[in-house]
């Protein structure tokens, strides 16, 4: 057997070993059909983040559950065989668009992400599975409403974090565990305010991507693509009060996640936080706050409206959108050019502030 021979066995077992890897770490990835599986290994290998390909998982089986419901016969959505996927035409993809959103009530932004995880699968069929078309790429997407960011002011902000460092208002069974978990709340509602990372970016976030002598903080953001965000002082002391407060043998080590997580059945400290219960955590305190804080009655929050906040708070500062662009990881600066209207904003209230 040549040299050339051996190197294709080598990449058979590879491929083998890919699968299996992402057979473990991607909920649903077994259900999907073979083809949706390589596909799934081959942006692996290209350096999509985690968070990106299990939400493509999702699109999938969302589009397939879709599918399964009407459809004349029940059948496995891992035995779909490509070759019946392959008739999916333009009228079919116009048919999905519609029960995402009469249906099922999608907003637009929601069906064009779905589109767009369908659209990469049959790039990636077409060119490795010699598929004719493309079907996706021919239908009209709908458009999505230009709106200004909701943020929050940094007073706001403080009134917040200040609650989340009280147990007033605590039912027993909070102000059970409020000792235990308060710091760590604290320290992740601000370094999205003080950072503007994504929640997946501070959920995937590990002791070794900060560095608090040089106060640098590295983050593998979209498309894993890595920026550095300086740490600013007051963040460095929260940082380490964090970790202080942690019992030592739980304490994260180098290549641990920074944010602990908590089992309540058990009453013990675990070794992570998932995406879910970090929104289920903020929007706690955001329930709280939005009870006890008058500014806040009636606003809809979320952990994505911090890093709004944060990007708000720089324009105010006269920041300049590259500047800005940069740390938030924005490939474009066209996405960060919409927080540019607070910018106007400040500008014509000093105007009209000026006798």
């Not at 706690?284 to 939005?290: G, I, L, M």
Request: hydrophobic share 35%; net charge positive.
């Amino acid at each position: 057997m040549s040299i050339f021979a051996r190197l294709n066995e080598q990449h058979t077992n590879q491929a083998t070993l890919t699968n299996d890897f992402h057979s473990s770490h991607y909920r649903r990835y077994n259900d999907m059909p073979s083809f949706v599986q390589q596909y799934i290994d081959s942006i692996g290998s290209l350096g999509y983040s985690p968070t990106t390909i299990q939400r493509y998982l999702y699109d999938f089986l969302d589009f397939f559950s879709y599918v399964q419901r009407h459809s004349d016969s029940p059948f496995l959505i891992n035995d779909i065989q490509l070759s019946d996927f392959a008739q999916l035409n333009q009228k079919g993809i116009e048919h999905y668009i519609s029960y995402l959103s009469l249906e099922v009530q999608n907003e637009a932004k929601t069906i064009n992400r779905k589109l767009s995880a369908l659209q990469s699968l049959f790039t990636y069929l077409v060119k490795n599975h010699s598929l004719a078309d493309n079907p996706v790429v021919h239908v009209t997407r709908p458009k999505t409403k230009k709106r200004n960011p909701v943020y929050l002011t940094v007073e706001e902000i403080k009134e917040i974090t200040d609650l989340v460092c009280s147990s007033e208002g605590l039912t027993t069974r909070q102000q059970r565990y409020f000792q235990k978990l308060y710091l760590r709340d604290y320290t992740a509602i601000m370094m999205l305010a003080r950072t503007g990372l994504r929640l997946s970016e501070l959920a995937s976030l590990r002791m070794s991507q900060i560095n608090i002598v040089r106060k640098e903080l590295v983050v593998f953001g979209k498309g894993n693509k890595e920026r550095l965000i300086p740490i600013p002082n007051d963040l460095v002391d929260i940082i380490n009060n964090y970790v202080n407060s942690i019992p030592s043998n739980y304490q994260p080590k180098r290549d641990d996640y920074f944010f602990i997580g908590y089992d309540f059945k058990t009453d013990s400290y675990t070794s992570s936080l998932s995406i879910s219960a970090f929104q289920k955590m903020i929007g706690r305190h955001f329930d709280r706050a939005s009870q006890q804080i008058p500014s806040l009655r009636d606003r809809k929050l979320s952990a994505h409206k911090l890093r709004h906040s944060f990007a708000t708070a720089l324009i105010k500062n006269g920041v300049n959108v590259l500047t800005i662009q940069q740390l938030l990881g924005h490939t474009s600066v066209a996405t960060t050019q919409v927080y540019a209207h607070i910018h106007q904003e400040a500008k014509r209230d000093a105007m009209n502030k000026w006798q």
